[in-house]
Structure formats: structure tokens, C-alpha cells
């Protein structure tokens, strides 16, 4: 009957809508791999990096973190810091914490809690803290077309979202539970280059939130500049790392991540 055509009509443009409109946004950063190659390519080159160590992986899953339903953890890839018999593992993701979890936070007292983190997980025994020599060496942290999901033009590019070698401090999510430790690094870290381009720190968040509720890709790399610079730091609070700059152990920058 004509009222049934209808309704079933109805019923199929709107199912179309729900299910074509979260396809519409993944496509738009899902490239082709060897554009993103390319792309690579050319940075490695504009940076002067052509030896350095890389690392690809791909954000496409987010989950909400155990017991914490304001705070929401990417799939994590496994990427060995080290090299050769060195074997630096660790797993790393992304994390998006809400206005809500920053709020209690602070409340614990707990100041260094970043909106958006790198974080670096690694088994550890017991509840100790991350070894030194198990600490990865200093890297770039890059992210391709990082917000196209937030609507603007395809930039073709990677953009740079962290330089630990510009970081003060860092965080161990991890401190306090048993069987690992890690680091995080707030994102776009301090003098991040994708802030030269107009990257700001909401607009970063919003592409990421897009991509998170959309269930799109991010593709990211993590550079290590050869020869290696190794990570350090001392625990200023419960969580928070101050990071050691400079062969004399002072900061090379601020670090602030403000």
C-alpha cells in the first residue's frame, strides 16, 4: 500500500543519512598510503631526518578508559624505543580526557593532567616507577592531515604535534598501579610546529573528538632524530615529571604546555 511504501521509504533515507554521514567523515582522512608515504618522505627530508628512526601507526578505535567514563583511550600500537639487542617497548596511545575528569583532577590534586596525551605505556614489576634505561630516547610526534576531521582543507602534509625536546615536563598515567608505568606528554606539546600552521590547541581537540565519535583514522609517525638523546627527568608531584633538557641537565624551553 502507498502509506507503507512511504514510511518504508522514509525509513531507508533516514537509515541511509545515519549510516552514510559517519562513512562521509572517515573518508575525509582516510588518504591514500601512498600519499601519506610521500608526505613522509618529504619531511623526513625538510627536517633533515632521512636516517632517523620511524614508526607509523594508525588511531581507528576509541574506548572509555576502566572505571573512568570521562576518560576515553585510543587502540594502542607497540613501538620499541630501542634498537638492536636494546629493546625499549612500550604501547602507545592517545588519551582524551573531559572537562569533567580535568575538574577532578584538580580536585586531587592532580594539576598535570592535559586535555589530550601521547601516553607510553611499559610493563614494570610491581608498582615501581619506569627505569632510567628504560626510557625512550627524545622523538617528534607527527600527525597526518591532523584536522581535517575539524573541517579544514586537506593540507597533504604531516604536521608536527610534540618535540619532547622542547617539553619540560611530562606525567606518568600509570604511577600507583601495579605492572606498568609510562609517560605522557601533553598534546600539541610546546612549540609544536603545527601551531605554525594554525593548529590550535581546540582545534586539535575538536579533529580528534570528530574522529573519535565518527570512528575515523588519524595516521601518525614518531621520529627519533639520529644519533639518539636519552629522555630524563625527576618526579615533582605524585605524577608529574620535570623533565632534564641539555647536557647540563637544565630545561632547553618553558615547556609549558598552556
Not at 34 to 55: F, I, P, T
Not at 192 to 212: F, K, M
Amino acid at each position: 500500500p502507498p502509506a507503507i511504501e512511504l514510511i518504508a521509504k522514509s525509513l531507508t533515507s533516514e537509515s541511509l543519512i545515519m549510516s552514510t554521514e559517519p562513512e562521509a567523515k572517515r573518508q575525509r582522512t582516510d588518504a591514500d598510503p601512498a600519499e601519506r608515504q610521500v608526505a613522509l618522505s618529504k619531511l623526513k627530508e625538510s627536517l633533515g631526518l632521512k636516517d632517523c628512526s620511524c614508526h607509523e601507526f594508525t588511531v581507528d578505535s576509541w574506548a572509555a578508559a576502566e572505571g573512568c567514563v570521562d576518560e576515553h583511550h585510543s587502540n594502542s600500537t607497540e613501538i620499541n624505543f630501542g634498537s638492536g639487542a636494546d629493546k625499549r617497548l612500550f604501547q602507545v596511545r592517545l588519551a582524551r580526557h573531559s572537562s569533567a575528569a580535568l575538574e577532578a583532577a584538580e580536585e586531587n590534586g592532580d594539576f598535570d593532567l592535559a586535555p589530550l596525551e601521547v601516553q607510553l605505556i611499559a610493563a614494570v614489576p610491581g608498582e615501581g616507577d619506569l627505569p632510567a634505561a628504560s626510557w625512550p630516547p627524545q622523538f617528534q610526534l607527527f600527525a597526518f592531515e591532523c584536522v581535517a576531521a575539524a573541517g579544514r582543507a586537506h593540507s597533504g602534509n604531516f604536521e608536527e604535534l610534540l618535540d619532547t625536546s622542547k617539553m619540560s615536563f611530562a606525567r606518568d598515567p600509570q604511577r600507583g598501579k601495579s605492572g606498568s608505568a609510562g609517560l605522557a606528554f601533553a598534546l600539541p606539546g610546546s612549540g609544536a610546529g603545527c601551531e605554525r600552521v594554525g593548529v590550535s590547541h581546540e582545534l586539535l581537540h575538536q579533529s580528534v573528538d570528530e574522529l573519535r565519535k565518527s570512528r575515523g583514522q588519524m595516521h601518525l609517525a614518531v621520529l627519533i632524530p639520529q644519533p639518539e638523546t636519552q629522555l630524563s627527568g625527576t618526579f615533582v608531584t605524585e605524577k608529574g615529571i620535570r623533565l632534564n633538557q641539555g647536557a647540563d641537565g637544565s630545561s632547553s624551553s618553558d615547556g609549558s604546555d598552556e
